[in-house]
């Protein structure tokens, strides 16, 4: 077997073994069965919550509306239903939609008007955030026990949640890298003006990535809520900075172009280990902000050229057992 095609590139792969190493010789209750089924659901919910970020990312955007769409959603599936498991199919389509109808207005927004992305998404959070006030009536409510025991439940020794996260990121990994649209997706957040004179319709492919990533989010919502039982009104808060932290750190540059939709996802789960790490030791919750702020400024440093061809050469002697080339390190 050849080892070059199977040992990853991206930096993320080896920091997350890294902090598992480290987590083992400092803290090894962060690693212990009961700590690891308390992370890996909200790991889960944040790499769902980054494949939409991810889309947006690849359009040279950011999405700030993450906190507002997961939250409305997490509200409509948990007081539409009113408890009962025969209207949670309606409620969990009514969530998909209103992340659809969010989506579709910041699409129109940015790829219409042109307006810029923070602008609007930082818009459309406040708008959102406002419409959940009022929908939910200050009250929280507990979800249909049908989403609870899935959220909550494991297939095969593994939980329902980490299942989803893995096949959706799959899915969408696939249809990224080896349909038309992905490819045009690609092309148009490369270089919008190579891709208009290609005949692509630049204006819709942008439009589209508004549009599903918004629905990842309310996806998102529907998953977290389930796993909370009774989400409160600021559920969807703690997914802004993680998410954009779990796109960068994945690889995918804020310059567009191509996502890498895998490394997002063991980027998400690197920062919940490390939030669990962090609370561990006893380290007040404030640090985790400053540890995921930190973790964006060294991702974006790792985007450089410098920190791909380090991890080229540590994949290169691992899987040679020779000292990479003079001419390759340069």
């Known amino acids: 077997m050849n080892l070059r095609r199977v040992v990853p590139t991206a930096p993320v792969f080896y920091a997350t073994v890294l902090l598992f190493l480290v987590c083992a010789v400092i803290q090894p209750r962060s ?9 890996l659901p909200f790991a889960a919910v944040l790499a769902v919550a980054s494949i939409g970020q991810t889309l947006v990312v690849q359009q040279r955007g950011v999405d700030l509306s993450v906190a507002g769409t997961v939250t409305f959603s997490a509200i409509i599936v948990s007081k539409y ?7 949670l199919p309606m409620a969990i389509l009514l969530s998909l ?6 989506g579709a207005i910041l699409g129109f927004v940015v790829s219409v008007l042109q307006v810029t992305p923070l602008i609007a998404t930082f818009g459309m959070n406040a708008i ?26 494991k297939t095969l020794g593994i939980q329902n949640l980490v299942w989803t996260a893995v096949v959706l990121v799959l899915v969408a990994a696939f249809v990224m890298s080896s349909t038309r649209f992905g490819r045009k997706f690609d092309a148009v957040g490369a270089n919008i003006d190579s891709a208009r004179a290609s005949g692509l319709n630049v204006t819709q492919i942008r439009w589209s990535a508004y ?16 796993f909370a039982n009774v989400p409160d009104l600021s559920v969807g808060a703690s997914y802004v900075m993680p998410s954009i932290a779990a796109v960068v750190l994945g690889g995918t540059s804020f310059a567009g172009g191509r996502g890498h939709l895998i490394g997002t996802m063991v980027a998400a789960l690197l920062l919940s ?3 669990q790490f962090v609370l561990s030791v006893g380290a007040p919750t404030a640090v985790q902000y400053i540890v995921q702020a930190a973790v964006i400024a060294i991702a974006a440093g790792l985007q450089s050229s410098k920190g ?8 290169a002697r691992f899987s040679s057992g020779r000292e990479p080339a003079v001419a390759s390190a340069r």
Not at 81 to 87: E, F, I, T
Request: glycine share 14%; net charge positive.
């Open 31 to 39: 690693l212990s069965g009961a700590s690891l089924n308390s992370m």
């Open 81 to 87: 239903p009113a408890g009962s498991d025969g209207d």
């Open 97 to 102: 939609l209103a992340g659809a109808v969010i």
């Open 128 to 153: 959102v955030g406002g419409v959940v006030v009022a929908y939910a009536s200050g009250q929280s409510r507990y979800v249909p026990p049908a989403l609870n025991h899935f959220a909550t439940g």
């Open 211 to 226: 549009v599903i990533s918004s629905m990842c989010y309310a996806l998102a919502g529907v998953l977290i809520a389930g």
């Open 273 to 275: 280990q490390l939030n």
């Open 308 to 315: 791909w061809a380090i991890a080229r050469r540590l994949r």
